[in-house]
T-cell receptor, first 117, second 114 residues
Framework: GAVVSQHPSRVICKSGTSVKIECRSLDFQATTMFWYRQFPKQSLMLMAT?????????EQGVEKDKFLINHASLTLSTLTVTSAHPEDSSFYICSARDNWHSNQPQHFGDGTRLSIL | GENVEQHPSTLSVQEGDSAVIKCTYSDSASNYFPWYKQELGKGPQLIID?????GEKKDQRIAVTLNKTAKHFSLHITETQPEDSAVYFC?????????????FGKGTTLSVSS
């Protein structure tokens, strides 16, 4: 079945560091991928919609210069948290859907646990 | 925009009992309603979904019902097992199209005790 791979699964780094998270659709193509953030014991909050070959669409309150999104191919989207600070510590999850077949569900990666010291 | 409410936030049942989780949505244009199960430290896994042209769907011990008029949908798990313990999220979106993101409810922590 459709699989979304996310890497790395865990990052621990110092404040001020930039961190890149990759999201890949392994056996299907996705013109659109989604990035969510989840704080402990809370729901998934949509951060942005990643569009292949064009600019990402950010949700209200999400800084586009802080969370850089690149969707350079039909199987890869990256999220870069720039100059990360402790308040950016969270669980980041991406999702994607097979665009070539109708009525396909969204599949999620296993998330990236980001801890900023 | 869409808003999804989910109840209860926590649910404890005995093994073998049934569990029901309910969600309501606000946008009448939404027509796709998936349910996800999330285990600790992992991403959500789709367990069942329903589209607005269907009122009920069942997959073994799991069923989902949809009432478009009332704008609510429910997840039913029968014969619960300890391995069903997890956080369950309902979601809604307008048409299962490429550019439409899912809007999630706040989640239900289900605990099944043996």
């Amino acid at each position: 079945g459709a699989v979304v791979s996310q890497h790395p699964s865990r990052v621990i780094c110092k404040s001020g560091t930039s961190v890149k998270i990759e999201c890949r659709s392994l056996d299907f193509q996705a013109t659109t991928m989604f990035w969510y953030r989840q704080f402990p014991k809370q729901s998934l909050m949509l951060m942005a919609t990643s569009n292949e070959g064009s600019k990402a669409t950010y949700e209200q309150g999400v800084e586009k210069d802080k969370f850089l999104i690149n969707h350079a191919s039909l199987t890869l989207s990256t999220l870069t948290v720039t100059s990360a600070h402790p308040e950016d510590s969270s669980f980041y999850i991406c999702s994607a859907r097979d665009n070539w077949h109708s009525n396909q569900p969204q599949h999620f990666g296993d998330g990236t646990r980001l801890s900023i010291l | 925009g869409e808003n999804v409410e989910q109840h209860p936030s926590t649910l404890s049942v005995q093994e073998g009992d049934s569990a029901v989780i309910k969600c309501t949505y606000s946008d009448s244009a939404s027509n796709y309603f998936p349910w996800y199960k999330q285990e600790l430290g992992k991403g959500p896994q789709l367990i069942i979904d329903i589209r607005s042209n269907v009122g009920e769907k069942k997959d073994q011990r799991i069923a989902v019902t949809l009432n478009k008029t009332a704008k609510h949908f429910s997840l039913h798990i029968t014969e619960t097992q300890p391995e069903d313990s997890a956080v369950y999220f309902c979601a809604a979106s307008g048409a299962n199209q490429a550019g439409t993101a899912l809007i999630f409810g706040k989640g239900t922590t289900l605990s099944v005790s043996s």
